[in-house]
């Protein structure tokens, strides 16, 4: 009862903007849309989460269509540190306080040097 | 600050035994959880606490107890170790406002049954 879906690798050039794409054409209304990463076996590390609007932090910027139905996470100038496992997360407004996380496979991005 | 802390880091275990993986966090959030992590996949809800006195089952709670007395602490308990609980255990606790939340994972328990 897959929520997301994502490719399961990609690599980008040190430098470069990666661009992590996530399809979830299945959310309703009252679900955001969360990234989180996993460096190295370590424990997930939150970037950014939306509910529609295009949202943007320190780490990354997160792009989600009009109709909701995918989203791309952009870390403008990728790094070594970057390479990662990224996962894309679909979780009610009800699950605010994220205690309940849906993993998927997620995305492993290998930053080239 | 130290975070969510988790001990131990690793254990070895024989099929039958019980042990309690600990989990604390310092940063007084209400919402606590644990997960599993198999190779090659994402992490798997066991159980989960949104305060201190309630818990309740995640995705694979079976053969795992936990409680949560209080707001610091989320032990989760082994009650007849089997080669299928061997994976890596990660603690989290998180916080909501009206506009941030986000989940404060641990370094992880590297659990083996054999």
């Known amino acids: 009862d897959a929520k997301t879906t994502q490719p399961p690798s990609m690599d980008c050039a040190e430098g470069r903007a990666a661009n992590l794409p996530c399809n979830h054409s299945?959310?309703?209304?009252?679900?955001?849309v969360y990234w989180y990463r996993q460096i190295h076996s370590q424990g997930p590390q939150y970037i950014i989460h939306?509910?529609?609007n295009n949202e943007t932090n320190e780490m990354a910027s997160l792009i989600i269509t009009e109709d909701r139905k995918s989203s791309t996470l952009i870390l403008p100038h990728a790094t070594l540190r970057d390479t990662a496992v990224y996962y894309c997360?679909?979780?009610?407004?009800?699950?605010?306080?994220?205690?309940?996380?849906?993993f998927g496979t997620g995305t492993r991005l290998t930053i080239i040097p | 600050n130290a975070g969510v802390t988790q001990t131990p880091k690793f254990q070895v275990l024989k099929t039958g035994q019980s042990m309690t993986l600990q989990c604390a966090q310092d940063?007084?959030?209400?919402?606590m959880s644990w997960y599993r992590q198999d190779p090659g996949m994402g992490l798997r809800l066991i159980h989960y606490?949104?305060?201190?006195?309630?818990?309740d089952q995640g995705e694979v709670p079976n053969g795992y107890n936990v409680s949560r007395s209080t707001t610091e602490d989320f032990p989760l308990r082994l009650l007849s170790a089997a080669p299928s609980q061997t994976s890596v255990y990660f603690c989290?606790?998180?916080?909501?406002?009206?506009?941030?939340?986000?989940?404060?994972f641990g370094q992880g328990t590297r659990l083996t049954v054999v």
């Open positions: 940063m007084n959030h209400e919402y």
């Open positions: 299945t959310i309703s209304g009252n679900e955001y």
């Open positions: 989290a606790s998180s916080y909501s406002t009206g506009a941030r939340t986000e989940a404060f």
């Open positions: 939306g509910l529609k």
């Open positions: 606490s949104v305060g201190a006195g309630i818990t």
């Open positions: 997360i679909v979780s009610p407004i009800s699950n605010f306080g994220n205690e309940k996380l849906t």
